[in-house]
């Protein structure tokens, strides 16, 4: 009797997180004002592939720190990375304090996305994960 309900509340959950991930861009060009030039070609992130065909969860990538701990929960509204991360990219960012380097939005997505996707390596030697600049990272800036 109760697993109507609880199948009822599950299926329309999930319609609920489709919805939300369908809402967003299939690709998005990962650009900023914070990078006024380009010394290479900018990265475009499909959003619908990592979501949908892969199956990563919203909250893998987007996040509100309160008090050491992701409070961000799939639904709340999302805002640009560079609202929060919003260090310019300057000579030695990787020799700056760690707590300095997550304000750097570079770093920040190098971290996130090459993190993840040295990880995929690592537990799939196979997987197509880009790990290298120019796996990303067009030769033409645009």
Known sequence: ???LPVLA???IFAGTLIAVAS???DVITLN?????????????????????DYGIACADCHHKFEGGQNVWK??????????????PTIQGEK?????QQKLNLKLAFHGNCIDCHKKLKKENQE????????????????
């Open 127 to 142: 997987s197509k994960a880009p790990v290298t600049c120019a796996q990303c990272h067009p030769k033409e800036a645009k």
């Open 9 to 11: 509340l599950a299926l």
């Open 32 to 52: 900023s004002s914070l990078w006024p030039e380009h010394t290479k070609g900018l990265v475009e992130f499909t959003h619908k592939k990592h979501a949908e």
């Open 74 to 87: 799939e639904g709340d509204p999302v805002q640009k990375c560079e609202e929060c991360h919003n260090e």
């Open 1 to 3: 009797m109760l697993v």
């Open 23 to 25: 809402d967003a861009p």
């Open 95 to 99: 020799k700056l304090p760690p707590d």
